[in-house]
């Protein structure tokens, strides 16, 4: 579902308002015979389309990892089980830390300029 | 387990080698290995090392976007983690930590660590950290300096010998729990209790398997809570040990002032104003695990410019090309964590070091065939 939400709702940015309803409608959703609905939807779709996968996915992994480690721990607490949970713990958490690191340090165009060098909002010119 | 850095906090404790072919006569095709441990690539230590040898490391392009590792001009850094043997599930099953050998490949990392010293290109398996699993092999060609990072850069003899130098960043238990805090406090699930049962559960792995590396290390950097403030337990403030080993080829430690004598040192004073708590050196021979070291202390932190270049004036065989060059790499870099403490400090002056010994391993290189022609 937030796939298909999310491919339909970057577009509107390039496409003019009139064609918006249409395409949503085109998508499927069985709430579109209660027009008020639709509009909740439209802004639910929205919201979910700004939020960004990989650290929510990364975060999620980390809260489902800590409550497996007190699972695992609970029943015994020097067992190999325990600590190879707790070790995911932290792997977990060291990476969701990088993730978050790196999208703070990342600019868009400096990305997409790193990549596509040559296009007209890349170019630099040294006299 | 990583370098230090208190926003990236990756990795706590980190090994780094370094070394270069010995057996080819190339002249030109010097390899030295750096070992870090934990944080792969990302961490603090790396960038600086690799921003001084000049460039930017940047992962493989077009290739696996959670490759671990990084690539300049003349440096390739490699994860340790990409010779994990087990996956995250692998562990999970055979209830092992990544700090536990079995759960690495010891005989590949050799293998291909040995090759690439011999300058030719491997396939390296990738560790995806954000998956768990292996992932398919990525090519790495020969640089001229192979910098290894990880857990167990010299946990096994015959890696070790291969190094060339290797480095060994050893956070203390206080500073690693206030590291871990506010890494980790932000997020969601995490409490004080989880973060604290994290550390105590690889705890008796770290100190089996990890710790006793650092007596093979050339350089050790301490990272400990500091000793100008009276209870502080924030962390803030950071007492750094930089613990250099006499008698390494083409390693000159550096010191202050006298060679050899004990020195303690306020540099805050008639002539330099420092702020609370100001900032305290010492230096001094020490003896660590058997071995006959040089350590060179610095306890506080550095808030202005001037401070910064007070100190390296004063400090000797930092082997900067001029005057004022670890102030500049420290500025070039101020927006890294303990860009105003020791850890950015010696991080800096290590970097300096083994550019240096890289140029005299390069020079040595070069003069050996010259030799063999006159004779």
């Given at each position: ?25 085109a ?11 639709r ?13 960004s ?8 992994k ?27 713990v ?38 | ?10 990795s706590?404790?980190?090994t ?20 870090f ?19 930017a ?10 490759s ?21 599930t692998g ?41 768990g ?23 096994d ?17 206080e ?19 989880s ?9 008796p ?13 050339d350089a050790?950097?301490e990272v ?18 930089l613990?250099?080993?006499?008698g ?47 350590v060179?202390?610095?306890?506080g932190q550095?808030?202005r410019?001037d ?9 000797s065989?930092?082997?900067t ?52 022609t006159?004779?």
């Amino acid at each position: 579902m937030a796939t298909i939400s999310s491919i339909s709702l970057s577009t509107p940015r390039a496409v003019p308002k009139s064609a918006e309803p249409q395409k949503l409608s085109a998508s499927a959703s069985p709430q579109l015979n209660y027009p008020w609905r639709r509009s909740c939807q439209l802004a639910a779709r929205r919201r979910m389309v700004v939020v960004s996968s990989a650290p929510d996915k990364i975060e999620d992994k980390v809260a489902e990892s800590i409550k497996g480690a007190e699972e695992a721990c609970s029943d015994n607490p020097v067992s190999g089980e325990c600590v190879a949970a707790w070790d995911e713990v932290e792997e977990l958490s060291a990476t969701a830390s990088h993730l978050r690191d790196k999208k703070a340090a990342s600019d868009p165009l400096e990305a997409y300029c790193k990549d596509n060098p040559e296009t007209a909002e890349c170019r630099t010119y040294e006299d | 387990m990583a370098v230090s850095t208190v926003y990236t906090t990756q990795s706590f404790h980190s090994t780094c080698s370094i070394s270069t072919p010995s057996k080819t006569h190339l002249g030109f095709n010097q390899k030295k290995q750096i070992l870090f441990y934990n944080s792969c690539g990302k961490s603090t230590f790396m960038r600086r090392l690799t921003s001084v040898f000049g460039g930017a490391a940047e992962p493989p392009k077009g290739g696996n976007p959670d490759s671990n590792t990084l690539i300049s001009d003349t440096t390739t850094v490699i994860c340790l983690d990409d010779y994990h043997s087990l996956d995250r599930t692998g562990r999970k099953e055979k209830g092992v930590t990544a700090l536990d050998p079995r759960a690495n490949d010891f005989d590949l990392m050799y293998e291909q660590v040995k090759a690439m010293k011999e300058g030719k290109a491997v396939d390296k398996p990738i560790y995806n950290h954000v998956t768990g699993l292996l992932d398919p092999p990525e090519l790495i060609k020969p640089p001229k300096i192979l910098v290894i990072e990880g857990l167990h850069p010299m946990f096994d003899q015959r890696v070790r010998d291969l190094l060339d130098f290797s480095i060994y960043l050893d956070i203390s238990n206080e500073v690693k729990f206030a590291w871990k805090i506010q890494r980790d406090m932000a997020e969601r699930g995490h409490s004080l209790e989880s973060i604290k049962a994290s550390i105590e559960a690889r705890k008796p792995d770290f100190e089996a398997y990890i710790d006793p590396q650092k007596q093979y290390a050339d350089a050790v950097i301490e990272v400990l809570p500091t000793q100008l403030i009276p209870g502080d337990n924030e962390g803030k403030i950071l007492r750094v040990r930089l613990i250099m080993k006499e008698g390494v080829k083409y390693f000159n430690p550096v010191y202050l002032f006298d060679e050899g004598s004990t020195i303690s040192w306020i540099p805050c004073g008639r002539k330099l104003t420092c702020s609370y708590p100001g900032i305290k050196f010492t230096y001094g021979p020490e003896s660590y695990f058997g071995h006959e070291v040089s350590v060179l202390e610095m306890d506080g932190q550095f808030d202005r410019l001037d401070e910064l270049i007070y100190v390296e004036s004063h400090l000797s065989n930092l082997s900067t090309k001029f005057y004022g060059e670890v102030t500049q790499q420290m500025l070039k870099h101020s927006e890294f964590p303990g860009s105003n403490n020791g850890t950015g400090l010696f991080q800096t002056i290590v970097g300096l070091k083994i550019r240096d010994l890289y140029e005299q391993i390069t020079a040595s290189k070069a003069a050996a065939p010259l030799q063999a022609t006159k004779a």
